[in-house]
């Protein structure tokens, strides 16, 4: 090896040329997915007994762990009727554009990560479609025992009707797990795995700010993103990414000999 560091170098990540799938297989792929899992959550809607059973166990099962109440979230956001609205705009709003462009993107500059990324998606969707079918769960901001403001109700923008029950345009009983957290999360990896520059951690801001928000807002537990974290780890252990092209680049560059 040579000596002092005048041959010392910065290594770049390993890259190989992945062909783009088809564009209109993939819009037709993702589109029909995204109406299957709309169409099986308004299958899931109902069971409004076992959504407040289960809302009552999870709500005791996190004071038990000593989890932090929600409401010391909700509280920080409740300071000012602009911070709670721009809370509740973000929770609306922010969730699926930002995962449609993070795809978009992935597609047009990366489409190996993105054959990856969709994988792990669809894998995580399904998994927590299967969720809402099994474990209805009705959010804090409906439990009394909470004691939460429903924000996007009594603030707005709100993207749910007034009555559960009545709701055709989604199942305000799957609360478990968080798909808000999840998606955003996934987001975050994808992109830590397909950018490169020690700054690419901060992705996870996007994750972290959601998960202040969903829960902030009161349409979610602690556990319903501690849920999502596990399957989307499940499911990024099961879709491993394939060749050179998605080696992830080291967050500070290493030194290698001339």
């Keep these: 090896m040579a000596a002092g560091t005048a041959g010392i170098r910065h290594a770049e990540p390993e890259t190989t040329a992945v062909p783009r799938p088809p564009l209109v297989r993939e819009l037709v792929l ?12 308004s299958v899931a809607n109902g069971h409004e007994a076992r959504a407040f059973a289960n809302a009552d166990r999870v709500w ?5 762990v000593h989890l932090p109440g929600e409401g010391r979230i909700q509280g920080l956001i409740l300071h000012g009727d602009a911070l709670v609205r721009a809370a509740n705009t973000y929770y609306a709003w922010i969730h699926f ?3 449609v462009a993070f795809l978009v993107w992935l597609y047009r500059r990366r489409p190996g990560h993105y054959v990856w990324a969709r994988r792990v998606l669809t894998l ?13 769960l009705a959010p804090p901001r409906m439990l009394a025992e909470a004691g939460l403001v429903d924000t996007a109700r009594v603030y707005g923008p709100s993207v749910y009707g007034a009555t559960p029950a009545t709701d055709g345009m989604a199942n305000q009983f799957a609360a478990m797990p968080s798909l808000h957290f999840g998606w955003a999360l ?10 490169r520059g020690r700054w690419r951690v901060l992705w996870l801001l996007h994750p972290l700010l959601t998960l202040l928000v969903i ?14 974290t596990a399957l989307l780890a ?7 990414p394939a060749g050179a092209a998605l080696r992830i680049a080291p967050l500070r560059p290493r030194a290698v000999a001339r």
């Excluded at 005791?60 to 038990?64: C, T």
């Excluded at 969707?125 to 474990?135: C, E, G, K």
């Design 215 to 228: 829960v902030g807002t009161a349409n979610h537990y602690w556990v319903d993103a501690l849920v999502a």
């Design 30 to 41: 993702v589109t029909a997915l995204f109406l299957v899992y709309k169409l099986g959550r």
């Design 124 to 136: 995580l969707t399904a998994a927590a479609l299967a969720l809402h079918l099994l474990v209805p």
């Design 60 to 64: 005791d099962l996190e004071r038990a």
């Design 234 to 240: 499940a499911a990024l252990a099961l879709v491993r």
């Design 186 to 195: 996934m987001v975050a990896v994808g992109l830590i795995a397909a950018t």
């Design 97 to 99: 554009p930002a995962t």
